[in-house]
């Protein structure tokens, strides 16, 4: 886990790691699915990151804001809706790390090999 503290503290913005500020939470799948896609799509060799709780002001100082730990019941099951929706599968962690006495979240988007990855199905769908 010492390497999701390392990219929770250190990484900067880019083509494989992004921040968010709050949690997606089941009002923000579709914006998950699509931040998913979106990295798993990248050309970046190895794994990718969301890091949510942290994100940087206007003079590109990092900021972080405590994750409630219920985001890391698996409710909703980030993993069950990226095999769900996504194809082809792909594998993804989400463990809470901290950083400065904050609680932060660390998607880890496994290798991608099998680009291109696509909905199966558009989660407003269903």
């Known amino acids: 886990m010492n390497g999701l503290v390392k990219i929770a503290r250190t990484a900067t913005p880019g083509t494989g790691v992004q921040f968010r500020k709050d949690k997606y939470g089941s009002s923000d799948i579709r914006s998950f699915l699509r931040d998913v896609l979106a990295l798993a799509n990248a050309s970046v060799n190895g794994p990718r990151y969301i ?6 002001d206007s003079k590109g100082r990092k ?9 890391f019941s698996g409710k909703p099951s980030y993993q069950s809706l990226a095999n769900e ?12 790390v901290s950083v400065d006495g904050q609680r932060v979240g660390v998607f880890e988007i496994g290798d991608s090999q099998d680009r291109p990855y696509m909905m199966r199905i558009d989660y407003s769908e269903t």
Do not use: L, Q
């Open 63 to 71: 900021i972080t804001h405590t994750i409630d730990a219920e985001d």
């Open 85 to 96: 929706y996504i194809e082809p599968a792909i594998k993804i962690r989400y463990k809470p």
């Open 51 to 56: 890091v949510v709780g942290a994100e940087f």
